[in-house]
């Protein structure tokens, strides 16, 4: 990756694998199994330096460039972690940017300490059973009282909702002043009036756990809201760019996972007498999975290249989110495709790479959001939008 002259990249790289290697791979099939991963790995996350990479010192990190965060997760998600990637990438690469960015001293002081140290697991509440995508028709709602907000509603699909001690909720304030109506809260999970449904079951990333939380005259302090109120979508415009910086470093590490088992099996497995790497669908195919990898990389340095200088836009972070999300699910399937009938089964891992893929194109705005916010840049908004 581009990175500054005192580049560290090299000695997290090293401690990201080794921790992989010690405390991952023997257990998460059975986290998989289990739907769930220990809260003892987010607090080993911790203890290796893992969780506040780009975190100042003063905040329990390591002071280090931001992309080695995206490293972390393209490496999670080479290994076959995709769930592991998904809940690091909420936590590590989203809610504690929010707060380092958005909150006050006070509110950076309280939890991003605790979040660097793993005692703390966080996560992001935006989207709604009935809303989707579409934040304007959000009905959470978070009005004033004497000593600070009442906030009712609920949210649906909430990745680490099952574990989460702090959750940044965003609510309606003035449902009459569209965009400029919706704030952001710090929600301690512990709170009276706070409540989770029970676990989501999904297709893929079974290790990461997926909740609907619910909120019901749950009163917060005046200090719970996360910078101005109103400003919320502004926020989340500003910090969606590192979100989807952080899914697309997730493609290309499984990406690369996924040719790196195709190629093995290639060189192993034998029909009509050779080794099918030796024929030419499967050359050609695994060519271009190759060539689709690179032309993807270079469009995300590119993108990590303008985010650290300030200069990434909205119209980046969607090119980069949807093509390289859409590339993850179409090279995983022509990999998987080599595989034949193995490929289907869950004894080889090239499987879980395929199903894990799928839920890249959804969340953080669907590939359909994505190519709106792409031709508003070129077209304006339409009257149908």
Not at 68 to 73: D, G, R, S, T, Y
Not at 76 to 95: D, E, K, M, P, T
Not at 243 to 268: F, I, N, S, W
Not at 278 to 302: C, H, P, S
Request: hydrophobic share 40%; charged share 20%; net charge negative.
């Amino acid at each position: 990756m581009n990175a500054p002259q005192d580049d560290l990249t090299p000695l997290f790289h090293d401690t990201i694998r080794r921790f992989l290697e010690q405390e991952v791979v023997p257990y998460y099939q059975a986290w998989e199994e289990a739907g769930e991963m220990p809260r003892s790995l987010w607090q080993k996350l911790g203890e290796a330096g893992l969780l506040g990479i780009d975190l100042p010192d003063e905040l329990g990190g390591s002071g280090a460039d931001f992309a080695i965060v995206q490293l972390a997760l393209e490496e999670i998600s080479r290994q076959g972690f995709g769930g592991l990637a998904s809940a690091y990438n909420i936590h590590a690469n989203i809610v504690m940017p929010y707060l380092l960015h958005i909150g006050t001293p006070a509110q950076r002081e309280r939890w991003l300490p605790a979040m660097a140290s793993g005692e703390t697991i966080g996560a992001i509440a935006m989207t709604e059973p009935g809303a989707g995508s579409d934040l304007a028709a959000m009905k959470t709602r978070a009005s004033r009282t004497e000593s600070g907000w009442r906030l009712d509603g609920s949210k649906l699909f909430i990745t680490n909702g099952q574990v989460a001690d702090l959750v940044i909720v965003c609510a309606k304030t003035d449902p009459s002043a569209g965009a400029r109506g919706v704030s952001l809260f710090l929600v301690d999970t512990t709170l009276a009036g706070f409540s989770r449904g029970q676990p989501i079951k999904k297709i893929g990333q079974h290790a990461s756990d997926t909740a609907e939380l619910f909120f019901d005259d749950l009163r917060l302090p005046e200090e719970a809201l996360l910078g101005e109120a109103g400003a919320g979508f502004a926020y989340l415009m500003q910090e969606l760019p590192r979100e989807r910086l952080g899914v697309a470093a997730q493609a290309l590490g499984a990406m690369e996972g996924a040719l790196a088992l195709t190629l093995d099996y290639v060189r192993e497995r034998r029909a009509f007498g050779r080794a099918i790497g030796e024929f030419q669908n499967t050359r050609f195919t695994l060519a271009e999975v190759r060539a689709q990898i690179d032309m993807g990389r270079a469009y995300f340095e590119q993108c990590v290249a303008k985010y650290r200088q300030g200069e990434m836009n909205g119209t980046d972070a969607a090119i980069l989110k949807l093509q390289l999300s859409e590339m993850q699910c179409r090279t995983i399937d022509a990999c998987l495709q080599l595989f034949g009938g193995y490929g289907y089964t869950r004894e080889y891992p090239i499987s879980r790479f395929y199903l894990d893929a799928r839920v890249q194109t959804l969340y953080a705005g669907t590939s359909e959001i994505m190519k709106e916010v792409i031709a508003r840049s070129l077209l304006g908004k339409s009257d149908a939008a």
